[in-house]
């Protein structure tokens, strides 16, 4: 049994900042890659930022100089960093890893969602 727990959405005005976190818990041998993915109303889901177990990271364009992904390995622990936040950032911000379990099975996992919502 795995599980990921968001923490960190909310309400920001233009400009504003926000960090999210997810931690992982449970059955874990190792975790691969992560990521953040966001679902606006009507949208179809998008990926917004990914991590690798070496740290290279990539970003959507629409976020790339704004948002920053990383991660604490000892702490099961990915974060987004949301800055000069935007109308349309607004989403549902999901998070996202590839977790090997004690039984070295290969699965990814998804948090439960986080809403953030940037308005004046």
């Known amino acids: 049994q795995v599980q990921l727990v968001e923490s960190g959405g909310g309400l920001v005005q233009p400009g504003g900042s926000l960090r999210l976190s997810c931690t992982a818990s449970?059955?874990?041998?190792?975790?691969?890659?992560m990521a953040w993915y966001r679902q606006a109303p009507g949208k179809q889901r998008e990926l917004v930022a990914r991590i690798t177990s070496g740290a290279s990271t990539n970003y959507a364009d629409s976020v790339k100089g704004r948002f920053t992904i990383s991660r604490d390995n000892a702490k099961n622990t990915v974060y987004l960093q949301m800055n000069s936040l935007k109308p349309e950032d607004t989403a549902v911000y999901y998070c996202?890893?590839?977790?090997?379990?004690?039984?070295?099975?290969?699965?990814?996992?998804w948090g439960q969602g986080t809403q953030v919502t940037v308005s004046s």
């Open positions: 449970g059955n874990i041998f190792s975790i691969n890659n």
């Open positions: 996202n890893a590839h977790i090997v379990s004690r039984s070295y099975l290969l699965d990814a996992y």
